[in-house]
Nanobody
Framework: QVQLVESGGGLVEAGGSLRLSCAAS????????MGWFRQAPGKERQFVGG????????NYADSVKGRFTLSRDNAKNTVYLQMNSLKPEDTAVYYC????????????????WGQGTQVTVSS
């Protein structure tokens, strides 16, 4: 079992920044991909980005490329999502998730999910 706990959400003005954290526990994550998804009211869960725990390779949705950056701290078993130049359309609940499959963008491929953290960007 893997437990994931997100933190760092909040209210920010457009153009501002937030850093989300996802603390993982329960088992070694060296073979996992850590993904971030977001879900706005009335919309489907959307892939934001993913990072492979070993090696650190990343992949981002086009809508966040150049604004969001993923990183990880192996010692803390934590993945970070740095979000800059935030826009009102980034408003959503953000979830981190873990998978050993290679379908990074498919939420159905993920086995473990955090509880989510709300990000609200005001215009």
């Amino acid at each position: 079992q893997v437990q994931l706990v997100e933190s760092g959400g909040g209210l920010v003005e457009a153009g501002g920044s937030l850093r989300l954290s996802c603390a993982a526990s329960g088992r070694t994550l060296s073979s996992y991909v850590m993904g971030w998804f977001r879900q706005a009211p009335g919309k489907e869960r959307q892939f934001v980005g993913g990072i492979r725990w070993t090696g650190g390779s990343t992949n981002y949705a086009d809508s966040v490329k150049g604004r969001f950056t993923l990183s990880r701290d192996n010692a803390k078993n934590t993945v970070y999502l740095q979000m800059n130049s935030l826009k009102p359309e980034d408003t959503a609940v953000y979830y981190c998730a873990a998978t050993r499959r290679n379908y990074w963008g498919d939420p159905n491929a993920y086995d473990y999910w955090g509880q989510g953290t709300q990000v609200t960007v005001s215009s």
